[in-house]
């Protein structure tokens, strides 16, 4: 079982709607991520959570700590958002440990 | 632009061939990442260098060899490697100061082994 679950994992929309990720985690962290990884491979990262709720522009994510689940919101969602979006953890300890990631939303947003 | 930045952007190799994959920052960052991500499963990181030190080998073979000559600039050399391994590799930078750094990505090499 993957320590990182993301639902769903395809995901299609029309333009003007708004749309949830949803990623569950089953270790301890110490931060989470949210990365967008558009078509040719290259990846941007969204948000870096520990605790409460982030916004900009029209995305929004948000981490319940005690539930291990976090949540990623695109309002007025548009055909450029459409890629594919990923969670990743930081495990408890710190240090440099590189990230454990999910399996990925594809999202499609049509026009 | 993240400020990570990989070349080349795509390659192709025999199984006989070396090659190598160059990853290059200019954030500041002082810890360096390899991760691969193979066709329908998750990124999976195989090299991590802190401080210019590998800190961790994720079991990777030794088919890939990794080197970090300074803080700024990371490398994998490839030799002998399988179909298996054509994949998307993914070079990453971050700033080792406590847990919660924020990690830049590479736009990755597309590597196909033939």
């Known amino acids: 079982k993957n320590e990182v679950e993301q639902s769903p994992q395809n995901l299609t929309a029309q333009e003007g709607e708004f749309i949830t990720i949803n990623c569950s985690y089953s270790v301890g962290i110490s931060a989470l991520h949210w990365l967008q990884q558009h078509p040719g491979g290259g990846i941007v990262s969204l948000f870096m959570?520990?605790?409460g709720k982030k916004k900009h522009g029209r995305l929004i994510a948000t981490i319940n700590i005690q539930e291990k689940h976090s949540s990623l919101h695109i309002t007025a969602s548009h055909p450029r958002d459409s890629a594919v979006y990923i969670c990743a953890v930081k495990m408890s300890g710190g240090g440099a440990d590189g990230l454990t990631f999910g399996k990925g939303t594809h999202l499609i947003i049509q026009p | 632009e993240t400020g990570v930045t990989q070349t080349p952007r795509h390659l192709v190799m025999g199984m006989t061939n070396k090659k190598s994959l160059k990853c290059e920052q200019h954030?500041?960052?002082?810890?360096m990442y390899w991760y691969k991500q193979s066709a329908k499963k998750p990124l999976e990181l195989m090299f991590v260098?802190?401080?210019?030190?590998?800190?961790e080998n994720n079991s990777v073979p030794s088919r890939f060899s990794p080197e970090c000559p300074n803080s700024s600039h990371l490398f994998l050399h490839l030799h002998t490697l399988q179909p298996e391994d054509s994949a998307l590799y993914l070079c990453a930078s971050s700033q080792v100061a406590g847990a919660r750094t924020e990690a830049f990505f590479g736009q990755g090499t597309r590597l196909t082994v033939v």
């Open positions: 959570l520990s605790s």
């Open positions: 260098y802190s401080l210019e030190e590998r800190v």
């Open positions: 954030l500041g960052h002082n810890a």
